[in-house]
């Protein structure tokens, strides 16, 4: 039987629940991913993998290889000719599709390069060899245009991004005034550069067509508005369109809308009259998919002698190519971190001509921190203060934008936890005051903040006459653990072993998810499922003539009173389906919901060379509930790790003549490797945040990745007393 649908909107706290109680012990353990297994003996199959053995045709695509320019021409006969190319796709049709959903203003693309990298044309071959060199034989003609690159020469020609932007421009009081009257002013500017995603898994999709109907295998975050992005872009209705996304290796943003392959695959196979797969190369996924802005952040503090923040301003520029109204929420978390009543904090976003920009991991804080994080620490030392004394002094009750209270916020605990952890007494106290050798020594800390998000999200639970129970949900598993979460939360929840839990991910078949950004995956996937569940133990209780909460679950048994009866007993040979669907409510707009915590990290700095060793890193962390202490604890280690590479190693650099990505591969922008890493520790706190899902748990994916890059370069300051504000914190800046 199947029972109604069941919506819970998020509007007020939950108390305790079936969660709580902890009866079949499985939620939160740190139990190993379950698809892992598959993964590393290849059996769960990528994108490109599928239809494997079948007969199928490879695409490969052309791009321009000028900036902002007019196309003459774009000649496919020498490609058409080359052997084994069955069709070569090219003109407005293809510009247009290829650049969906990156620009809205779709229509006004045709002829024309928007950016180097565009892509132009697909070749469709029998093998993936042919078609990538019948691509060199296309021949292309441009006119060049007047290209802006930079975006230091377009500042003037920045624009507030609107009232209705993620991050409108956040006014209180009398910054100005009060600022020029403080008596201790802070004013830096710090720049940071653009980044990639540069998730492992390259960007690829298999298009196949029955009729005028199409299945798409691609490599995507959000598959609900995916199969519309790929819908649009082949011009089909969305029923028409199944995408399927059952493994991603790795996402980062970047595959929160589609690539370029996944309409061209379509569009590629329906000339072609078979199934086609394209895979982007390397150097495609840099440069045809997105990137984060580069940013320039003014940040001005005025404070008492003693340390009061009395204002606070952290004014960013950053760009989008035309037609993209996305913009890097820099200050995202500056809004709510420390106390401080006149406030000014702005975004204005500037046009250039070079690959769009969007979400790349921790959208905001990824950068932002950098910057607000260095100057906290910069104008502690100048107060003669301890940097933690300095953020405590500055602890706001109620956020400072809006005077709401906070869902939950344990970030004095964290840096209680961390300093101890880490020793931070034992810090040198003065710049450039321990040596080693040729090394100078020194520690910084950071706090971390994420904002906490809830989207809606549907699933289906099915429970079998066996006791096995099966979950259904288009969310996505991005290497972050979802398969695994969502089968403790199940087994929790009815009383089954894990094992005894089928999850079913990563297709638009099932029910819709919120997928997989924003940190929100865990919680908006989960609290439906944790929906579905419950409605799952309603029918069992009714069955069994009991109040739900007087129902124990365990080991695959019902218990009541004096009674315990397996669940295939209570089935009697039926399937009983449970549904949920979580949304958002209330409580996202009468708390200000986030994660927090703190960074501590000790470095070595070469005094002959300049470079900078990371010694320790350890992370506190708060974010409610922990469903899989492994995978949380993984996801923490990946933010620590991005921090390094965005303290010391990461930039992406932009050619001021023509916008071309100059290091756009794996070999040339650089991320740490394990020899870059030390031993990491991340430590969580117990919480749960009851106001921020159903599961008690926040956001988590991308808190560690907050603030942990100024938490080095802090460090790099007390052990050489060099201070970077242009980030990455290079060899030669350090020297
Ligand atoms: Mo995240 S940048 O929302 O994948």
Known sequence: MTTDANTYAMDEAVGETRLDRGTQGVLGKPLNRYEGALKVSGRAPYAYEHLAGEDVAYGFMVTAGIGR??????????????PGVLTVISGDDVLRASALPMAPAAQTIDGEVFHYGQPLALVVAETFEAARHAATLVETLYEPGQGRYSLRDQLDEAVNPGPGAMQPDNLRGEFEAVFAEAEVQFDETYTTPSHSAAAMEPHASVAKWDGD?????SSCQLLETNVIQIANGVGVPVENVRLLSPYVGGGFGSKLGIGPDAVLAALGAKAAGKPVKVALSRQHVFQTTSRRSETIQRVRIGTTKEGRITALAHENFVVNSTGNSFFEPVAISTVFLYAGENRKITHRLAETDVLMTASVRAPGEAVGMLSLESAMDELAIRLDLDPIEFRKLNEPEVAPQDD????????????????????????????????EGEWWIGSGMAAASRSHQLMKSSAEVELAP??????????????????????????????????????????TALPPSSGSGGSWGANSAGSSVYLACEDLVRELAKR?????????????????????????????????????????????ETTNQASYGAHFCEVAVNAVTGETRVRRLLTVAAAGRILNEKTATSQCYG???????????????????????VNHDLAEYHVPVNAD?????????????????????????????????????????????????????TLDKVL
């Not at 109907?213 to 295998?217: D, S, Y």
């Not at 449970?578 to 409510?585: L, Q, V």
């Not at 300051?717 to 970077?724: D, F, P, T």
């Open 69 to 82: 320019a007019k196309i003459r021409s774009v000649d496919t006969s020498k490609a058409e000719a080359a």
């Open 213 to 217: 109907n199409l299945t798409v295998w």
């Open 404 to 435: 709401l209270p906070f869902s939950s916020r344990k970030l004095l605990q964290c840096y209680e936890e961390g300093a101890s952890r880490f020793g931070w007494q034992n810090r040198p106290e003065k710049p450039a005051s321990r040596r």
């Open 466 to 507: 066996d006791g096995r129970a099966t979950v259904r949900t288009a969310m996505t598993d991005i290497g972050t653990g979802s398969y695994t979460i969502l089968q403790q939360i199940t087994a929790e929840m009815l009383g089954l072993p894990p094992g005894h839990v089928t999850v079913l991910l990563g297709d």
């Open 544 to 588: 069994l003539d009991v109040d739900p909460s007087d129902l124990t679950l365990k080991d695959g048994q019902a218990i009541a009173g004096n009674r315990q009866i397996p669940l295939g007993e209570i089935l009697g040979g039926e399937t009983l389906t449970g549904r949920g669907t979580i949304e958002p409510g209330k409580t996202a």
């Open 639 to 661: 933010g620590q790790i991005w921090g390094i590479g965005s303290a010391l190693e990461e930039e992406l650099v932009i050619d001021p003549r023509t916008g071309l990505l």
């Open 677 to 729: 890493v030390p031993q990491l520790e991340v430590v969580f706190l117990e919480e749960r945040d009851t106001a921020a899902s159903l599961l008690a748990g926040k956001g988590l994916g991308e808190l560690a990745l907050a603030g942990v890059g100024a938490a080095i370069t802090n460090a790099i300051y007390n052990a050489c007393g060099v201070r970077v504000r242009d980030y990455p914190a």
